[in-house]
């Protein structure tokens, strides 16, 4: 080996050893100051309860403050966007929602790009949306169900959450593959769309898991089916739409941490490390089970994957269903 060489090949070892002691350094000191976390929603919603109760426990264990500061507005296009430009140094965190991947192709323009502009930490928890329907409808299950509305075209209207969330996308997703003549009927929030078909002024609806467990428990709405591949543990005795004779259906509320692009990589795998101890812990396994969601473990890698794969289904339902947010 010539001199030169040998003095470049050593040069360009010490500079691989120095980034990674760096690395290492810069990991063992996260954090030195509080964190900002970013929710891009009102308090007292799903994607702020879960943010307060995980930030709680990374305080305690991180010994810096992880604080909550919300940036709701714009179907929570408002706070991601000012995640996206925040500096990329691990100091700002955000908790994303289903909106991070829906919004995409439901907006005509947001102010992130949700593969650009980010990197993922974790998929933290998922919660399944659930058909239910009034006593008055004369359905014990989905094919009954599906028979009913065919027999009446034209006639019947589901509830839903607003335009573009996961109970809507659930909805039109069920009525296109059944070829169902049903009307969607958009309400600001799942309390409202269910509160309507408690009512039976829309004694067909689509919504998040939460707002529906003790109403059916109480008999006072029947729960036809859970959207996720696999039974709710707050409704176990509740078939999927797979096991109720409609497969394909999967759709659920996912809340994960991600930090702008670009933030060391370093505190990128020790927050998800943090992270992926805390949800499994149980009391966070519990409590989260009181809101209807399901604790997750997830690599960045695997949560990445999942922002794809998402964005690619929801933007294929929009775009064929013409949904649009001006």
Same mark, same amino acid.
């Given at each position: 080996? &010539? @001199? @030169? ?10 500079? /691989? ?10 990991? $063992?000191?996260? =954090?030195?100051?509080?964190? *900002?976390?970013? +929710? ?5 919603? =799903?994607?702020?309860?879960?943010? @307060? ?6 305080? $305690?264990?991180?010994? $810096? ?8 507005? %714009? ?14 140094? !691990?100091? /700002? ?17 947001? #102010?992130?790009? #949700? ?6 930490? /974790? ?15 004369? %359905?014990?299950? +989905?094919?009954?169900?599906? %028979? ?40 600001? !929030? ?31 709405? &029947? ?5 996720? #591949?696999? @039974? ?67 690599? #960045?890698?695997?949560?990445?994957? *999942? ?20």
């Amino acid at each position: 080996m &010539r @001199r @030169r060489d040998f003095i470049t090949l050593i040069g360009g070892a010490a500079t /691989t050893w120095s980034l990674a002691a760096s690395c290492a350094a810069l990991a $063992q000191s996260y =954090p030195s100051k509080p964190v *900002r976390v970013i +929710v891009p929603f009102a308090p007292a919603g =799903p994607a702020d309860v879960l943010a @307060r109760l995980l930030m709680s426990k990374l305080s $305690q264990g991180l010994g $810096q403050q992880f604080y909550i500061e919300n940036q709701a507005g %714009a179907g929570g296009n408002l706070g991601m966007g000012a995640a996206a430009h925040a500096t990329p140094d !691990g100091y /700002t965190i955000a908790v994303v929602s289903t909106s991070f991947v829906v919004n995409p192709s439901l907006y005509p323009k947001i #102010p992130y790009d #949700p593969y650009r502009d980010f990197a993922p930490i /974790t998929l933290a928890a998922v919660s399944p949306n659930v058909l239910v329907i009034h006593p008055s409808i004369p %359905a014990n299950n +989905v094919q009954e169900l599906i %028979a009913f509305i065919k027999a009446h075209p034209g006639k019947y209207s589901f509830a839903h959450s607003g335009v573009g969330t996961t109970p809507h996308l659930s909805g039109e997703m069920f009525k296109r593959s059944q070829s169902l003549d049903i009307v969607a009927v958009p309400f600001n !929030g799942s309390g409202p769309a269910i509160q309507s078909t408690l009512a039976g002024h829309t004694p067909i609806g689509f919504t998040v898991l939460t707002p529906a467990v003790q109403l059916v428990k109480d008999g006072k709405l &029947r729960c036809l089916a859970v959207t996720t #591949p696999k @039974r709710s543990v707050a409704l176990p005795d509740v078939p999927t739409l797979a096991e109720a004779g409609v497969p394909g259906q999967e759709a659920d509320t996912i809340l994960g941490i991600v930090a702008p692009a670009h933030s060391p990589q370093p505190i990128i795998e020790l927050l998800n490390r943090e992270i992926s101890n805390i949800m499994r812990q149980p009391d966070v396994v519990e409590k989260l089970e009181t809101l209807g969601f399901d604790a997750i473990v997830s690599t #960045p890698d695997e949560f990445t994957a *999942r922002i794809k794969t998402d964005i690619v289904k929801w933007g294929s339902l929009i775009q064929s269903a013409n949904i649009k947010i001006e």
